[in-house]
C-alpha cells in the first residue's frame, strides 16, 4: 500500500470516529466573512465552539465551495458555529487569521499555500492556546507552525503521478497551467509533471481574468504546435483551455486537476481525458472536525504526519462512480 493510500486509510478511519462520537449540527455561510447559527437535528453534546476556516480562495473559485461544503457537515455534526473567510492575497489572508485571533475562536483551519506571509501569524494563534490544522497547502511547512494535523495531498507527488499518467497517454509536450503565481502548490504540481516529462513548460495566467487567461492560452497553443497536451490546475482554468485548444486550432489534449460538476461532465464526454481528485470535500471536513476530536477528547490524527486526501484519477473509466457526487457538489 502506498504511502498515500495509508494515508487516506487514517482519513476514513477518522470520520468513522467522528461519527461515532457526536452526531449533527449547524453552520457555514454563503459569503466570505458569514458565519453560520442556529442548529436543527441531532448535535454533539459537546459546549458549542466557534472555528474559523481561512483559505486563499479567490472569487467565484468552485472548488472552495466543495472544501466549504464538508467544512459544513462538520461543524453541523460536532455543534460549531463556523466562520468562513478567504483572500489570495498571503498578507490579506494574514489579516484574517489575525481577526480570528482577536476575535478568540476556538480553533482555526487554514490554508499555507502562500506560508511566508501566513505562517507568523498562524503561530501566533498556536502560542495563544488556539489549536491550528492545515489543509490544502503547506505540506512542506506546517509542522513548523505547530499546528496539530495536515490534511491535503503531496502535491510534487501528485504532479508525479501525472506525469506517468501523460506519459501512459503519449503526451510529449505539456504546457502546465499556474493560475495563481507565488502559490507553492500549483508551483509543485507543475515540478512534479515536469519531473516526468522534462520537456513540460509552465504558463502563468491570471485565474480570476477568464478572458485574458484564454487569450493567453490560444496564442500559446498558436505559437507552440508540438504542445499535446494541457494540464490546468484547477476544474474552471481546465474548461478555459478546452475553449482555448479549439480557438487555436489545436488538436492538444486536456487534463486537468481537481473536480466540479462542470469537471465530471467533461470528463464523462471526452471534453477533458482525466480529473485530479484530491477530495477537497474530505480536506474541509477533516480540517474541522480535527478540531473539535483535539478539544473534546485530545485527539490528533496522522500521527505526527500529514493525512494525504489524494491523489485519485478520474477518467472514463470510473466517472460514472463519481457523477452524482459530482452533481451534489461534494467532489
Not at 502535491?155 to 503526451?171: D, F, N, S, V, Y
Not at 488538436?251 to 464523462?268: C, L, N, P
Not at 481528485?277 to 483535539?294: R, S, T
Request: aromatic share 4%.
Amino acid at each position: 500500500m502506498v504511502r498515500w493510500q495509508k494515508k487516506a486509510v487514517a482519513a476514513v478511519a477518522a470520520v468513522a470516529l467522528a461519527a461515532a462520537l457526536a452526531a449533527c449540527s449547524s453552520s457555514g455561510g454563503k459569503q466570505t466573512e458569514q458565519s453560520s447559527s442556529g442548529s436543527g437535528g441531532n448535535v454533539a453534546d459537546t459546549p458549542r465552539m466557534k472555528v474559523a476556516l481561512i483559505t486563499h480562495s479567490g472569487p467565484g473559485d468552485t472548488f472552495w465551495d466543495i472544501v466549504r461544503r464538508g467544512a459544513e457537515a462538520a461543524a453541523k455534526k460536532d455543534n460549531i458555529e463556523l466562520q468562513y473567510s478567504a483572500d489570495p492575497d498571503g498578507a490579506a489572508q494574514a489579516n484574517l487569521v489575525q481577526t480570528a485571533i482577536d476575535s478568540k475562536v476556538d480553533g482555526i483551519a487554514v490554508t499555507l499555500n502562500k506560508p511566508d506571509a501566513v505562517i507568523p501569524n498562524v503561530k501566533k494563534a498556536v502560542a495563544a492556546g488556539i489549536p491550528v490544522t492545515v489543509l490544502n497547502g503547506g505540506l512542506d511547512q506546517w509542522k513548523s507552525t505547530g499546528a496539530i494535523g495536515y490534511f491535503g495531498q503531496d502535491e510534487r507527488i501528485a504532479g508525479q503521478a501525472t506525469g506517468e499518467k501523460l506519459k501512459q497517454l503519449g503526451a510529449k509536450k505539456v504546457i502546465c497551467v499556474i493560475h495563481e503565481q507565488g502559490n507553492v502548490s500549483l508551483e509543485a504540481r507543475c515540478q512534479g509533471i515536469k519531473d516526468k516529462l522534462p520537456s513540460t513548460e509552465n504558463v502563468n495566467v491570471n485565474g480570476t481574468d477568464q478572458p485574458g487567461t484564454q487569450a493567453t492560452l490560444t496564442s500559446k497553443l498558436q505559437q507552440d504546435k508540438t504542445a499535446d497536451y494541457v494540464v490546468a490546475l484547477n476544474a474552471g482554468i481546465a474548461l478555459t483551455a478546452v475553449q482555448a485548444a479549439k480557438d487555436a486550432g489545436s488538436s492538444a489534449k486536456i487534463g486537468s486537476f481537481d473536480m466540479s460538476k462542470e469537471m465530471a461532465k467533461a470528463v464523462q464526454d471526452g471534453t477533458v481525458q482525466f480529473a485530479v481528485d484530491q477530495q477537497p470535500y474530505l480536506q474541509g471536513y477533516l480540517a474541522v472536525d480535527a478540531i473539535w476530536l483535539y478539544k473534546n477528547n485530545g485527539d490528533t490524527i496522522g500521527g505526527g504526519e500529514a493525512t494525504l486526501t489524494g491523489p485519485a484519477f478520474i477518467d472514463k473509466s470510473n466517472i460514472a462512480a463519481v457523477l452524482k457526487y459530482a452533481e451534489a457538489g461534494t467532489r
